[in-house]
């Protein structure tokens, strides 16, 4: 069994682990004594995740990031107006982008572009990429943290798990669906994204990055609401879609393949065990309302990073101390947006007039009194700042 050395790795190269990778290359004196341990799964695209053909709600902090790290997609949506609202129900509110002085609120990307562009950068940032199967922690003690990825034995001194929640019991099991697929709409609007409230869960209608006028749909709903719709004729799930979101782009027209996943709201309760810490997915899932999920773990990777710059230059000295800062500073942003999230998902959906009318009179007093609407437009452009 081979034996390798680090002073530092990252299981999982998904974007959140890329990130943090990138931005570690840049502060180590020696970028070659990180690894970033990347798991081969076979899928429908084989193992070439670049033509993977999801997209992902950016942030506008989350694009300055990427775009400091060389890895912003080509191809990016903007997102310049917000438009939330709650189907039959007064309220609703408008967040645009002039209001805070940023050239977009956000941008939707395909996860396959993003993951190409991390690739090349990575290639050339000096950290050592390991391509195999699923690594794993099998042992650690007071010198460092041993590793198995397939037949690769290693030790580093500190390691980030940056590759999801794998075998973690769901902190809340949701009882919603995303139905997740690509529309026409007949009159798009270049610039808008919608987040339309029902009393089954949340509906997003996205800009798609490749083509004016083809909409991004994440529709939440019962599981058995969910599996019934997917089992619809493409042109009667059109004719559902409009129903439920209504007029604002025309009609939605869809005929492509429309996946199902189920949602669950997953939080680590301690994203530090001994030399071991956790990010990203792996610390926290979100339910996609909003669109938080990767927004969050790009914000740990940042301040990871941070918390890491002392002890890179003399990785000898124990981790301790610069991880408990990471947790300190990351605890109320991570709390803040998986309560905030949750919340979301749920306090439409409960078919209580009183709690429906009152979330719509919310709605409705954002939209008048901009000093309510900016808080949470800031969160949701870049996090809580401490």
């Given at each position: 069994?081979q034996s390798?050395?680090?002073d530092l790795?990252?299981l999982g190269g998904g974007p959140v682990g890329?990130?943090l990778a990138?931005?570690?290359?840049?502060?180590?004196?020696?970028p070659a004594r990180?690894?970033l341990?990347?798991?081969?799964?076979?899928?429908q695209?084989?193992?070439?995740p670049e033509?993977?053909?999801?997209?992902?709600?950016?942030?506008h902090?989350?694009r300055?990031?990427?775009e400091s790290?060389n890895?912003?997609?080509?191809?990016?949506?903007l997102i310049?107006?917000?438009h939330?609202s709650?189907?039959?129900?007064?309220?609703r509110?408008v967040?645009r982008?002039h209001?805070?002085?940023?050239?977009e609120l956000g941008c939707?990307?395909?996860?396959g572009q993003?993951?190409?562009?991390?690739?090349?950068?990575?290639?050339?940032?000096?950290v050592q990429v390991l391509n195999g199967?699923s690594a794993?922690?099998?042992?650690?003690?007071t010198?460092?943290v041993?590793i198995?990825?397939g037949s690769?034995?290693?030790r580093a001194?500190?390691v980030v798990?940056?590759d999801g929640l794998?075998?973690l019991e769901p902190?809340r099991?949701h009882?919603q669906?995303a139905l997740?697929t690509?529309?026409?709409a007949?009159?798009?609007r270049?610039?808008w994204?919608?987040?339309?409230?029902t009393n089954e869960g949340?509906?997003?209608?996205?800009?798609?990055?490749?083509?004016l006028?083809e909409?991004?749909i994440?529709w939440?709903?019962?599981?058995e609401?969910a599996?019934a719709?997917?089992?619809?004729?493409?042109e009667?799930?059109?004719?559902?879609?409009?129903e439920?979101?209504?007029?604002r782009?025309g009609t939605?027209?869809v005929?492509g393949?429309?996946?199902c996943v189920?949602l669950a709201m997953?939080?680590?309760?301690?994203?530090?065990d001994?030399?071991?810490v956790?990010i990203?997915?792996?610390?926290?899932?979100?339910?996609?309302?909003?669109?938080?999920?990767l927004?969050?773990?790009?914000?740990?990777?940042?301040?990871?990073a941070m918390a890491?710059?002392e002890?890179?230059?003399?990785?000898?000295?124990?981790?301790g101390?610069?991880?408990q800062r990471?947790?300190?500073?990351?605890g109320?942003?991570?709390q803040l947006?998986?309560?905030?999230?949750?919340?979301?998902?749920r306090?439409?959906?409960?078919?209580?007039?009183?709690?429906?009318?009152?979330?719509?009179?919310?709605?409705?007093?954002?939209?008048l009194?901009?000093a309510?609407?900016a808080?949470l437009?800031?969160?949701?452009?870049?996090?809580l700042?401490?």
């Amino acid at each position: 069994m081979q034996s390798q050395d680090f002073d530092l790795a990252i299981l999982g190269g998904g974007p959140v682990g890329s990130v943090l990778a990138l931005l570690l290359a840049r502060l180590a004196p020696q970028p070659a004594r990180i690894v970033l341990l990347q798991t081969d799964t076979a899928s429908q695209y084989g193992h070439r995740p670049e033509l993977d053909p999801r997209v992902l709600a950016i942030n506008h902090g989350s694009r300055v990031l990427l775009e400091s790290l060389n890895a912003w997609p080509q191809q990016a949506a903007l997102i310049q107006t917000i438009h939330v609202s709650q189907r039959g129900r007064l309220g609703r509110t408008v967040i645009r982008h002039h209001d805070f002085d940023v050239p977009e609120l956000g941008c939707v990307v395909r996860y396959g572009q993003l993951y190409d562009k991390l690739t090349n950068a990575l290639a050339t940032s000096g950290v050592q990429v390991l391509n195999g199967e699923s690594a794993h922690v099998i042992g650690q003690d007071t010198g460092g943290v041993s590793i198995e990825q397939g037949s690769r034995r290693m030790r580093a001194k500190l390691v980030v798990h940056a590759d999801g929640l794998a075998g973690l019991e769901p902190t809340r099991q949701h009882t919603q669906y995303a139905l997740l697929t690509r529309a026409r709409a007949s009159r798009p609007r270049a610039g808008w994204a919608f987040e339309r409230f029902t009393n089954e869960g949340p509906l997003a209608v996205l800009p798609h990055p490749e083509a004016l006028g083809e909409q991004s749909i994440v529709w939440c709903c019962s599981p058995e609401r969910a599996h019934a719709l997917q089992a619809l004729a493409p042109e009667d799930f059109s004719q559902a879609l409009t129903e439920m979101f209504g007029s604002r782009v025309g009609t939605l027209t869809v005929d492509g393949p429309v996946a199902c996943v189920p949602l669950a709201m997953t939080l680590r309760p301690q994203t530090i065990d001994g030399r071991c810490v956790a990010i990203g997915n792996a610390a926290q899932t979100l339910h996609p309302v909003a669109g938080q999920g990767l927004n969050l773990g790009l914000r740990d990777a940042a301040t990871l990073a941070m918390a890491l710059r002392e002890w890179l230059v003399v990785p000898e000295q124990t981790p301790g101390e610069a991880l408990q800062r990471y947790e300190q500073l990351r605890g109320p942003d991570r709390q803040l947006t998986v309560r905030l999230t949750d919340l979301l998902s749920r306090v439409f959906t409960t078919k209580l007039p009183l709690i429906e009318h009152a979330a719509g009179l919310a709605l409705l007093g954002m939209d008048l009194l901009p000093a309510l609407r900016a808080p949470l437009a800031r969160h949701l452009l870049q996090g809580l700042r401490l």
